[in-house]
């Protein structure tokens, strides 16, 4: 084999090389990604059925139901014009409740429940997660809707 060969095979070796790495990265990026959805969105059928994604708004008052004895929970969350029933089975974090900020990650069943696998609560008195507060700004012309037990919310 020549010097002009050796060189030309190597070049194609790293190019494929460089080729096979950049789809696995890009395969492994696509099943990675977790799109955000609020209950609107959710209600308008703009969340996919079969993949996972984060559901993000507030706890509504009095829908958290627990099984006794056991760590199943439903509750609803909205964002004030629509709500989706979630289904849980696991433990909460100590800062969920009712008429809180919450992101659920999971999946959204063909029944319009969606099925959670993680819960997230703020941390603090005046946190909201921004995706949250965002999409509840948006959905009542940029400001949060009139709720005495809503604390502020950070600009974004």
């Known amino acids: ?3 002009r060969q050796r060189r030309v095979t190597l070049v194609v070796g790293i190019l494929a090389g460089v080729s096979i790495a ?3 990265a890009l395969s492994a990026f696509r099943e990675n990604v977790m799109f955000f959805f609020d209950p609107s969105q959710v209600a308008a059928g703009e969340a996919p059925i079969d993949k996972r994604f984060r ?3 507030m706890v509504r008052p009095g829908s ?3 099984q006794a004895g056991s760590l199943e929970l439903q509750f609803v969350v909205t964002d004030f014009q629509q709500d989706v029933p979630v289904r849980y089975s696991g433990v ?3 800062l969920f ?3 809180q900020g919450v992101v659920a990650h999971g999946r959204l069943g063909t029944d319009g429940i969606f099925v959670a696998d993680e819960i997230l609560a703020k941390h603090d008195e005046n946190y909201m997660p921004p995706e949250v ?3 509840i700004k948006d959905k009542h012309g ?3 809707p009139a709720n005495p037990d809503l604390r502020s919310v950070p600009e974004t």
């Open 55 to 57: 559901l993000g708004g």
């Open 64 to 66: 958290v139901d627990r």
């Open 97 to 99: 409740r009712e008429n």
């Open 133 to 135: 507060a965002r999409a």
């Open 22 to 24: 950049g789809a696995l």
């Open 1 to 3: 084999m020549t010097p």
């Open 92 to 94: 909460v974090p100590d």
């Open 142 to 144: 940029g400001v949060m």
